[in-house]
Structure formats: C-alpha cells, structure tokens
C-alpha cells in the first residue's frame, strides 16, 4: 500500500525531471534559460525529496533504526520548511505577491534542505553499533 502511495510523487518528479531538459534546449539550440532551470529545478526537488523518503519508508520501513532515521528526516523537513514557509510573510510585509513567494520558493527549498539535514543529522546521530543489526 505504501509503495502504491509512492508512485504519485515519483511520477511527479520524473515528470518535473522530464520538463527540466526543455529548459535548457530550445529548439535544438543550446540556449540556457536560466530562470526556466532554476524554477524546474525547485519543483522537481521537492517532490523527488517526497518520492525519496515515501520509497525509503517503503524498501526500509520495517527497520527500527531506520524509521527513527526518517523520523529525523521530516522533523527537520518540517520544521524548516515551516520556518522558510512562514518567514516572507513576517519579514517582506511589502511584497505584493503575498503568499506566492512562500508556496513557490522558500517553502520548497526549505522542506528540501531541512529533510536533508535531517537525514544527515539522523545517520550521524542514530548510527547503530557494528554488531547489532539495524
């Protein structure tokens, strides 16, 4: 059931994925839209980051060690995703775009860096000992 719910980022991403060489070739010239990569490359970072986690629950799911892993890993997606979510309508009061700035660049870039430093945050801290099985 998992690896079901699972698929729906992943084609998402691959789809994003797939969109991110258009970017770049136009028309069988190299022209590089810059601002065409930089926005493929946000919206296919959080979903892959989704997709990532969703099959690391679905191939590692069973492991005690690993669900604290992961459970590190959306704590820190969370928590500075929400952080980077929240901070322009705090902080850019004058931006007349209001919340588009929040749901389309910090928001995502923060839920992908904060899920990567908690991963990194959860295998040097939750590391098991060379004897015991995860």
Not at 70 to 86: D, H, K, P, Y
């Amino acid at each position: 059931m998992a690896g079901i719910g699972a698929l729906i980022p992943t084609a998402l991403a691959l789809h994003m994925f797939g969109n991110l060489g258009g970017a770049v070739f136009h028309h069988g010239s190299a022209v590089f839209y810059w601002w065409k990569w930089y926005w493929g490359a946000i919206l296919f970072l959080a979903p892959a980051t989704l997709a990532m986690l969703c099959w690391w629950f679905v191939l590692k799911g069973h492991h005690a060690s690993s669900r604290a892993r992961m459970t590190c890993a959306m704590i820190g997606g969370v928590l500075l995703g929400g952080i980077s979510f929240v901070s322009p309508m705090i902080f850019m009061l004058s931006f007349k775009q209001g919340l588009l700035p929040a749901i389309l660049i910090t928001g995502p870039v923060g839920w992908v860096v904060g899920v990567s430093l908690g991963t990194l945050y959860g295998l040097v801290r939750l590391r098991t000992p060379k004897g015991r099985p995860s």
